[in-house]
């Protein structure tokens, strides 16, 4: 099942799923997600050890903080520069009556 192309593309879908959803986000130790694969037997295609489970989740996060700070960056930058009003056409005057 894991052997072809289509098999694999799936496969890290599953584990990266699986890691972020219940490792990240719920917090489930690297055992018990190990124990999880074991059973599904991803491990002739894939390192299932706590340990290299745990790599991969900080790959995970790293892959996250990365993708919001190349996100968040541009937007600081942007408040830390003086507004750029040139664009914006000048309101007319009122014009006295005298």
């Known amino acids: 099942m ?18 972020y959803i219940f490792g990240i986000c719920c917090g489930i ?17 894939l390192g299932v050890s706590p340990a290299s489970l745990q790599r991969m989740v900080s790959d995970i996060e790293k892959a996250i903080t990365g993708r919001l700070m190349r996100k968040i960056i541009p937007v600081t930058s942007c408040l830390k520069s003086p507004l750029k009003t040139a664009h914006m056409k000048p309101g007319r005057k009122k014009r006295s009556s005298s």
Not at 2 to 19: F, K, M, P, S, Y
Not at 34 to 39: D, G, I, L, Y
């Open 29 to 45: 130790g690297m055992g018990t997600i190990s124990e999880f694969f074991k059973r599904i037997r991803p491990d002739k295609h």
């Open 2 to 19: 894991w052997e072809t192309e289509e098999g694999q593309r799936w496969l890290i879908i599953l584990v990266c799923a699986t890691l």
